[in-house]
């Protein structure tokens, strides 16, 4: 039968499939690109779930305050759990942050699942719809292209067979969470007020592969080479090769950037990844973190010090769930992720951890070239494969009838084009139809992550480490670890294909035998480190060592800015004699000065003045004085940052603005990836006075994990100056000219956002951060009760990371959410609380917090209750054994329920598979 579909998508028609020749999608189901000089509209399907939300919140007085407060949990007394072997205490201390002490790890399991049913049950559920593609059942036609591009992408599918290959240690942990899960669901009388409001069905049974289904969005989540890429392809055909190159450095493409589909599936799919990012409240693609391990020959006490601070999404509530679980072999504190037992990020009474995105290149394109007579073929090195194909139903809010989706798939991975308009019929040389295929490490078989985790978690030495993060798969990560013995370690980890310098950065054609999927590197040859000389590694998302002495891993590495500041401090106080303790690591995590920053306001005080205005000499007067350091009462900051973004944005806009919203996207990734093309730019064209030095020279090298690049980055040349000539004009600009309009507009712009006064503009002011609950934060009358917003300083290279969301100017949506500062080996006795700068300062003593509060719950005491410590740049005491949880402490006896011996016996939930719907693959 020909199955041939424009647009992939079959409607119900009596049960009958649309056959060849079938209308198109109607305009109502058509995307909408961005628009020239448009920001991108990330956020458009939450303002219309809003809409949504105001309906259905047509209520009043009295019921609605009982709707606000339902599903708060029960914190003290007791309480039936069925399935535990004994009771379980736990203790919530004065931020209601749970210590678990249970008689045996399996209990301890539960009651995890327990508490994070009890505290975060809608984030738990909202991240599982993602996962598995079912929004569209709470929010309507809006979220239907999300949904079509999640179950193409499959990843619940992907998790499912992870969960089924796990070894029998990790599923019996995995099983014993989710019946905690379900013990509450089956046992709790009400829910949080957002099923009510959403009118959200009661959740379905929550399984092991819902745990794993949501360390792939994770995965996801830090993985953007995949965006990066359809940007190197845009650029490469909107300028050729050569310019690109200036701006994102690329191996040479086998075929021409302009044999590729040059359709709306492109810009489709870049779209498709923001509103994806939006609604997992995944922030930018500035995924990274700062982690470093300090030797105890360096410290006060002699114990080795692990910091860490991960980036990820500003949210409430927050991706982190700080707990302690105590069993009989498990006792460990620190980060947990709602959703998935044990800890993320923390430390045992053996060692301690902290990670940080590796950045490696595990996402490939693939453009596939389809079989002009018959679609459900393509074309592979050795010649023509059938097409995998499965049928996807998707339920939609408002529709009687389920929507079907078939899917389609080759050996490299599914079509994810096929859910944007036109995807699937854009000419490769006027020869066959082609579609763009994605092979990312985190859907093949074989994901043994999760296994990684509990070998973390149960950990003692370095050998129980490495053999842990052998069985790490996805994502990529940095880990730095200490143990009890005084040993210290960095090691690379996860599954990275083994590429050819430079592969990887554009999109493949899959019908050459250069395309077929490369093997992995062996875990032995990816780059680690243990116990070295300088007694001390930082890990900063900076570029592991160059392949001239390891394997190519990739080449999107954050710039190193953070990494060198952080080693500098460090190596500093060594080389001073100076024994390091909680108080300098705290200072480092809370350091808002950018070593970019400051070299950027030195290269732009060197534009001319000649023509300027007063306005404008007064900016320059205010940079001059400024010392490069993001505090939030600075008024330099916010100058400088509006400044190189308008500034950026006419460099590349006259080149690259004919493709719709393109200049956006390569200014954004500009500054984030390749921020050195603005300071050698500039350096090299703007005049400078007598013995001055060139400012892109003020490298100093410094000791770390790996070698650093200097700040030219992968330029073999410094960029041409052309790119600063607006190719709109009559003449030729400079770029001392094009910098003064830019500071100009730049000016301009602030001035509408925070009025006239420059004494207005302070950094704090104008970069705030923004943390939204997904998607009471788009309800107008919700929007006090559930959103936060705090003061931030700090730059996108600063070790306190303020990175700026250029969408919505000059917000701050990606942030350091989560720090601790922690020791393996025994526990000096918590004190309370600490202050940030200027308060009294305890040493020896390990802390943690988060941007939130425990509970997800709005109207909890819980839900931001560490906010505005956090705020403060201040941190809590981690209590680590029963006898260290003092203070106000509230405790919850969880009993095993004799009178059934499962959740499933209550009766209150149905017993009914997982979200996942089956899904079988057939060849035509």
Not at 147 to 168: I, K
Not at 311 to 320: E, Y
Not at 652 to 657: A, F, K, S, Y
Not at 869 to 879: F, H
Request: hydrophobic share 40%.
């Amino acid at each position: 039968m020909d199955t041939t579909y424009r647009s992939h998508v079959v409607a119900r028609s009596g049960g009958t499939a649309v056959p060849e020749g079938a209308r198109p999608l109607p305009s109502s189901e058509r995307r909408a690109i961005s628009s020239r000089r448009r920001r991108p509209q990330r956020n458009r399907w939450l303002r219309r779930a809003g809409v949504l939300c105001s309906a259905v919140l047509a209520l009043a007085g009295s019921t609605a305050l009982a709707l606000w407060r339902s599903g708060l949990p029960q914190l003290e007394g007791e309480a039936l759990l069925p399935g535990l072997a004994s009771p379980v205490e736990i203790r919530r201390d004065a931020f209601g942050i749970p210590h678990i002490v249970a008689g045996s790890d399996h209990d301890a399991a539960m009651a995890q699942g327990w508490v994070h049913s009890q505290d975060r049950l809608w984030q738990m559920e909202w991240q599982r719809r993602i996962s598995a593609g079912r929004l569209s059942e709470l929010i309507g036609e809006e979220t239907l292209d999300i949904d079509r591009f999640l179950r193409t992408l499959g990843v619940h599918r992907a998790a499912q067979r992870a969960a089924e290959e796990l070894p029998e240690r990790s599923r019996r942990v995995l099983q014993a969470y989710a019946d905690g899960v379900n013990a509450y669901l089956a046992t709790s009388p009400s829910l949080p007020p957002e099923f009510r409001i959403l009118r959200a069905p009661r959740p379905a049974p929550w399984t092991p592969a819902d745990s794993i289904a949501w360390t792939k969005m994770l995965a996801w989540n830090l993985g953007g080479n995949q965006q990066l890429e359809l940007l190197r392809m845009r650029i490469h055909r909107a300028v050729g090769s050569e310019r690109a190159d200036e701006l994102f450095p690329a191996a040479p493409f086998p075929v021409a950037p302009s044999e590729v589909p040059a359709h709306g599936s492109i810009e489709g799919l870049a779209l498709l990844g923001d509103q994806l990012r939006a609604l997992g409240g995944f922030g930018s693609y500035d995924a990274g973190s700062n982690a470093w391990v300090v030797a105890g020959r360096h410290t006060t006490d002699g114990r080795p010090i692990v910091a860490n601070d991960p980036h990820l999404g500003a949210q409430l509530p927050s991706p982190w769930y700080l707990i302690e679980l105590q069993g009989d072999q498990l006792h460990v504190a620190g980060a947990s992720l709602p959703g998935l037992p044990l800890i993320a990020i923390g430390r045992s009474r053996h060692v301690a951890w902290g990670l940080t995105n590796l950045g490696a290149d595990v996402q490939d394109w693939v453009v596939e070239r389809l079989d002009p007579a018959t679609p459900d073929q393509y074309r592979a090195s050795e010649g023509w494969r059938p097409l995998l194909l499965r049928e996807e139903r998707i339920a939609v809010r408002g529709r009687h009838e389920e929507e079907r989706l078939v899917v389609r798939a080759t050996h490299n991975g599914p079509l994810l084009s096929d859910v944007t308009e036109d995807a699937a019929w854009g000419e490769l040389a006027e020869e066959a139809p082609t579609a763009l295929a994605l092979r990312w490490s985190a859907l093949d078989g074989g994901d043994t992550t999760f296994d990684a985790f509990v070998g973390l978690n149960h950990a003692v030495d370095e050998a129980s480490i490495d053999a842990a993060l052998r069985q790490w798969v996805a994502p990529p990560m940095n880990v730095v670890w200490a143990d009890s013995k005084g040993s210290i370690g960095w090691r690379t980890t996860g599954r990275v294909p083994r590429r050819a310098d430079g592969a990887g950065r554009l999109p493949i054609p899959g019908w050459l035998a250069a395309a077929e999927a490369p093997r992995y590197i062996a875990y032995e040859e990816l780059p680690a480190e243990t116990n070295p000389p300088r007694g001390y590694i930082v890990s900063a998302n900076q570029r592991p060592p160059a392949p001239s002495t390891g394997p190519f891993l990739g080449e999107d590495w954050a710039p190193p800015f953070r990494a060198n500041r952080i080693a500098r401090t460090l190596s500093a106080a060594i080389e001073a004699g100076v024994p390091l303790d909680t108080t300098q690591m705290r200072a480092i995590q809370h350091d808002v000065g950018s070593d970019y920053a400051a070299r950027l306001r030195m290269i732009l005080l060197r534009v001319p003045l000649d023509n300027a205005t007063d306005r404008e000499r007064r900016a320059m007067t205010m940079l001059a004085r400024w010392d490069g350091v993001n505090r939030p009462d600075d008024i330099g900051p916010s100058i400088l940052q509006a400044w190189q973004r308008h500034l950026l944005l006419a460099v590349v806009d006259d080149d690259l603005g004919a493709d719709d919203g393109l200049a956006w996207r390569a200014a954004e990734g500009l500054h984030r990836r390749q921020s050195t093309f603005l300071l050698a730019l500039l350096d090299s064209s703007l005049p400078r006075t007598q013995g001055a030095r060139r400012e892109t020279g003020m490298v100093r090298p410094t000791q770390l994990a790996s070698p650093q690049p200097n700040v030219l980055g992968p330029f073999g040349s410094l960029p041409d100056a052309r790119w600063c000539d607006d190719r709109g004009s009559l003449v030729v600009e400079s770029c001392a000219e094009t910098a003064a309009r830019a500071l100009t507009a730049a000016l301009d712009e602030l001035a509408e956002m925070h009025g006239p006064r420059m004494e207005s503009w302070r950094w704090g002011d104008v970069h705030r951060t923004q943390l939204s609950h997904a998607p009471l934060s788009q309800v107008r009358w919700l929007r006090p009760l559930v959103h936060r917003s705090l003061r931030a300083g700090g730059d996108a290279f600063s070790p306190n990371a303020g990175p700026v969301d250029w969408s919505e100017p000059y917000d701050h949506t990606h942030m350091p959410g989560f720090r601790q500062i922690v020791r393996p080996g025994p526990m000096d006795h918590g004190t309370g609380l600490i202050e940030g700068e200027g308060n009294r300062a305890i040493e020896s003593d390990d802390r943690w917090i988060f941007a939130g509060g425990s509970s997800g719950h709005p109207a909890s005491d819980h839900y931001d209750d560490q906010l505005a410590l956090y705020g403060r740049g201040g941190d809590i005491a981690q209590m680590f054994g029963r006898e260290e949880v003092t203070g106000p402490v509230r405790i919850l006896i969880l009993r095993p329920d004799a009178s059934r011996t499962s959740w499933l016996d209550s009766g209150a939930i149905p017993n009914v598979e997982g979200l996942a719907h089956p899904n079988q693959l057939r060849a035509p």
